[in-house]
């Protein structure tokens, strides 16, 4: 064979495989040069939603934590329903519902003729000196709605252990919200059955959330600083 045709079939296949490297080369290269921007802009993004989680998490500690000393107060208080006739549990029931804060004489009727327990007739009189809007001041400190947001943005931002603990503080917060929403709408009330998390101390409680809100930030810096 013609040794300029060998050298043309030998030199052929080396061509296109180079060619072919250097194809896939400035391909990967695109990539990367266009994968950068995208990454910085996630990154961007995840970031934002960790901090507006994290403020938004702080914030309703602040607000629940500042009427903590009210909730504890009616939490300790409560009527016992097997001394409650059905006629008294429909006049309380009445009363919460009312738009109207709850006084000492207000409960004294829905009461009699059985007289006011001491342990409750103690408890208004100090949540009327302390605040005379203790019912409002509770209910205003519970507002979930900034937190709940935040923390579906970081569900769907990721990953997914920054995710799961999103959800544990959103858990938690959630716990608070119980326990203010049923202590302004229905105060001293006798907890039901299925409430198990009722022996829970109302502090112990933004106690757990503030560990939750710890624990994310610091989950979600080292995520971001490793990253």
Same mark, same amino acid.
């Given at each position: 064979?013609? %040794?300029?045709? !060998? ?5 052929? %296949? ?13 391909? /990967? ?21 960790? /901090?507006?989680? !994290? ?28 001394? *409650? !006739?059905?006629? &008294?549990?429909?006049? *309380? ?19 009699? %003729?059985?007289?006011?327990? @001491? ?12 605040? %005379? !809007? ?34 544990? *503080? ?5 716990? &608070?919200?119980?326990?203010? /929403?049923?202590?302004?709408?229905? @105060? ?12 829970? @101390? ?6 757990? *959330? ?18």
């Amino acid at each position: 064979m013609d %040794p300029a045709i !060998t050298a043309a079939l030998v030199t052929t %296949p080396t061509a296109v495989l180079a060619a072919a490297a250097a194809y896939a080369a400035g391909r /990967a290269q695109a990539r990367a040069a266009h994968r950068g921007p995208v990454d910085a802009i996630r990154r961007q993004h995840q970031r934002d939603a960790y /901090a507006e989680l !994290t403020r938004a998490a702080w914030t309703y500690l602040g607000d629940a934590g500042s009427v903590t000393h009210l909730v504890q107060v009616v939490h300790k208080a409560r009527l016992n329903n097997h001394e *409650l !006739t059905q006629a &008294v549990r429909y006049r *309380l029931g009445a009363l919460c519902l009312s738009s109207n804060p709850i006084t000492k004489e207000d409960l004294a009727d829905a009461l009699a %003729p059985a007289a006011l327990p @001491p342990s409750i007739d103690h408890a208004m009189k100090w949540l009327e000196e302390a605040s %005379p !809007t203790w019912q409002q001041d509770i209910r205003e400190a519970g507002c979930l709605d900034d937190l709940a947001r935040a923390e579906s943005v970081v569900a769907l931002e990721g990953p997914d252990h920054l995710a799961e603990l999103a959800a544990q *503080l959103r858990r938690r917060a959630v716990a &608070v919200q119980h326990r203010w /929403a049923k202590t302004a709408i229905g @105060p001293f009330q006798a907890p039901r059955r299925d409430e198990t998390d009722q022996k829970v @101390p109302s502090d112990e409680l933004i106690a757990r *959330l503030k560990e939750a809100i710890q624990e994310f930030t610091r989950a979600a810096r080292a995520y971001l600083n490793g990253h």
